[in-house]
């Protein structure tokens, strides 16, 4: 069997390369590598006009799904007024991803959200976030901002989808976010937390595999647990199609 075809949803910003000083979809590279590593076909998704149509035209070419790290998702979308602090959103990207976790989730196909992927599945699902964690816990250690990751180890749930992954802890996860989960959506739960009690990943109740970190896997390709998971598990959807 072929290697199973995972999509990636990239940025739409402004980039250079070359002579090119204009807008641009694109990714960084870890996650593509996290992919291919484990045994996936990487396939991008980038961020463009879609309706419920065309995201299940691209749903229906997929074996699994990463909704990779970015922006901040616009706070519109769980109804509050945007944090001073908040990043300005691509709102084109948030509208995709919105589209592509309805049809995603209508045809079970297995997903790993990461970072603001997570925060994606959460405000998908009717949950909210906290829009600036400093505020919350008195500092910057969860974003040191420049590109700065930092180091926590990260309290697993036993139980959950995720413990069956990666064990009952992350340790020395990369961070890099000034915003959390809140209050959680419809039909996920809680399945990690950090040591200041920050919601650090969720999943998809009652679903094959639908799972979403805080943290940065890519950041840390030494170990390949959660992109091998989401291979296997996009194997076998592959498999069962």
Request: charged residues 20%; proline residues 5%.
């Amino acid at each position: 069997m072929s290697k199973p075809r995972i999509g990636l949803t990239t940025y739409r910003q402004r980039g250079q390369t070359g002579v090119w000083d204009t807008e641009m979809a694109m990714i960084p590279a870890f996650y593509i590598e996290g992919v291919t590593r484990a045994g996936g076909l990487a396939i991008l998704i980038p961020p463009q006009q879609l309706d419920a149509e065309g995201a299940r035209t691209i749903v229906s070419s997929l074996d699994g799904l990463v909704i990779c790290g970015g922006r901040d998702v616009e706070s519109a979308r769980y109804g509050q007024t945007p944090h001073e602090n908040a990043e300005e959103p691509d709102r084109l990207r948030d509208a995709l991803e919105n589209e592509i976790l309805d049809a995603a989730i209508e045809a079970e196909l297995p997903f790993l959200g990461i970072c603001r992927g997570a925060q994606m599945l959460n405000i998908h699902r009717g949950g909210s976030l906290i829009q600036h964690l400093p505020e919350v816990v008195g500092d910057n250690r969860y974003q040191k901002g420049g590109g700065v990751f930092s180091d926590m180890d990260i309290e697993v749930f036993e139980g959950s989808l995720l413990g069956s992954v990666v064990g009952s802890k992350v340790p020395g996860a990369a961070l890099y976010h000034h915003q959390a989960i809140d209050a959680v959506g419809e039909g996920l739960k809680v399945s990690a937390v950090s040591p200041d009690g920050i919601v650090e990943a969720i999943e998809l109740e009652d679903y094959p595999f639908g799972l979403a970190v805080q943290w940065h896997p890519e950041q840390t390709l030494e170990n390949l647990d959660l992109f091998k998971s989401l291979v296997s598990a996009a194997t076998s959807y592959r498999g069962a199609k």
